[in-house]
């Protein structure tokens, strides 16, 4: 079975954040991952981890202003600075963290701009961060996220990323392989897990079911048969649940919902 890593951002949200870590290690998680951490400083982060014996495996660079609505600035032309910084910044936590990966968000297309224009830029973002993140120890993660939850987003499709991850050519820019989102998007997944671990640009995998968004066991996705191919597959990384629990924030929700997960 793959080793699994709990989300913090939506697992025991019947917590305080900092309250999360302790959480999932009491329920037999040994890793965890998280969208931003930037709130809190980074050795108050690391102390929980160490405390609880867990390792941070993933969480994401600044995504520019997220109240208003942006999600990432790689693809935005005028923001290389802004994403300069970010960069900088999301490296600064990995390495307090010992956080091997960073996933960097392409940010919406406006609505006034040609998506196919922004490539270059984006590209271009992504090879400068990949050669930053590479002095560090660190692999560089895109994402294609489903367009019902993120419309206008600029990476949609695996495909999309994996000709990205090919066209940058750094051997540390890799894909976060989201089943929730893919699903929704292309479907056929067993086939979509086939074609791209093989070809080792496959840098995480994150789950939930569909398509609620809530435990894997909720929903059209049978999770039992693609943890055994991940298996076949060879795939050694982690699988990221990411998803709402189903009970909300009743006390003991996440937990209770995570009979799903092979001990
Ligand atoms: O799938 C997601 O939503 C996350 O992995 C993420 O990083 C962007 O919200
Ligand atoms: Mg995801």
């Known amino acids: 079975m793959p080793q699994f890593a709990a989300n913090l951002s939506m697992l025991y949200p019947e917590h305080a954040f900092i309250d999360r870590f302790a959480a999932a290690a009491a329920d037999g ?3 965890v ?29 600044p995504p520019g202003d997220w109240e208003a609505g942006e999600r990432g600035m790689a693809c935005l032309p005028g923001r290389e600075a802004e994403f300069r910084d970010g960069i900088q910044r999301a490296l600064d936590y990995a390495q307090t963290l010992a956080c091997p990966r960073i996933h960097v968000m392409a940010g919406i297309v406006p609505t006034d701009q040609d998506r196919d224009k922004l490539l270059p830029r984006y590209e271009a973002n992504l090879a400068w961060a990949a050669e930053q993140a590479a002095a560090a120890g660190v692999d ?11 419309p206008g987003y600029f990476l949609s499709r695996q495909d999309q990323a994996h000709a990205i991850v090919q066209a940058v050519g750094a051997a540390n820019l890799k894909v976060q392989m989201d089943l929730y989102h893919c ?66 924030a009743v006390a003991g929700g996440t937990s209770a919902g995570l009979g799903w997960l092979p001990r």
Request: charged content about 20%; overall charge negative.
């Open 29 to 31: 998680f040994s890793a």
């Open 33 to 61: 991952e998280f969208l931003f951490p930037y709130a809190l400083p980074a050795a108050d982060l690391a102390a929980q981890l160490q405390a609880h014996g867990l390792r941070q495996v993933l969480f994401n660079a």
């Open 140 to 150: 560089v993660l895109i994402e294609p996220i489903n367009s019902r939850d993120m």
């Open 183 to 248: 699903q929704i998007m292309e479907g056929d997944l067993a086939m979509q897990l086939r074609r791209h671990l093989p070809t080792g640009r496959v840098g995480h995998i994150q789950i939930a079911g569909v398509p609620e968004r809530h435990e894997p066991d909720q929903g059209e996705i049978n999770y039992p048969y693609l943890f055994a191919l991940l298996d076949t597959l060879g795939y050694t990384g982690h699988v990221g649940c990411e998803y709402r629990p189903r009970r909300g």
